[in-house]
């Protein structure tokens, strides 16, 4: 099993090979295969055909134009034949491993980011449960300096999800429904009369999910928490860091 050291070994190699750019260097430090899925924002480019494969220790390094806005998300439970159409149980992007502008199904836990705009060189991401769980994710950054900010959801929320929020596969939990995905009540989705910050607030489901994993979104408005600043030349996004 990798360590924590070595994995962090290996992002340092990464400096002697980067790009001008923002590099995400993607971990899988899960016990199984992971999926990862890549979303570019609207008038944002797809990064290496929206999705790939990770093993088990394995990373990819990712490079990112100046000024990009998206989302990544782990899939799992995948299997996909030699032209790359199947299904995951988790997080699947229209039964494609390429998702290629195509988001993921929830429940996923998604990382969030807008990596600068024209008028603030600014990166700010974050780690989202606003569209359920499936697999404990990081973000941090290497190099940014002092105040930067480490997004992530480090626990196993599966483990203690709501038994009304549970999403099971083959007798399997694999995972947890936000609130608002599972009653589809604008309280819990942030929508009609509660679609601003002063309205939607905080709900029990969302406190739940707060009090595990502090350093995570919570709900649609949690940015006070929530939300991540720097400034980083990469950042090292990890499935199933270590808690």
Known sequence: MPTFLHLFFLYLCTVFF????TQLIVVNN???HVWPGILGNAGHQTLRGGGFHLYYGEQVVVDVPERWSGRLWGRQGCCFDKN???SCQTGDCAG???????????????VEMTLGTPTN???YYDVSLVDGFNLPVSMIPVGGGIGCGVAAC??????CCPSNLVVRKAGKVVGCRSACLATGDAKYCCTGEFANPKTCKPTAFAHLFKAICPRAYSYAYDESTGLKTCRAPRYVITFCPPN
């Open 121 to 123: 060189p600014m990166h």
């Open 154 to 159: 480090e626990a196993d929320l599966n483990i």
């Open 30 to 32: 899960c016990k199984e």
């Open 18 to 21: 980067s790009s001008d750019g």
């Open 84 to 86: 790359g159409r199947g």
């Open 96 to 110: 494609k491993l390429h998702c290629m502008g195509t988001g993921g199904v929830p429940p996923a836990t998604i």
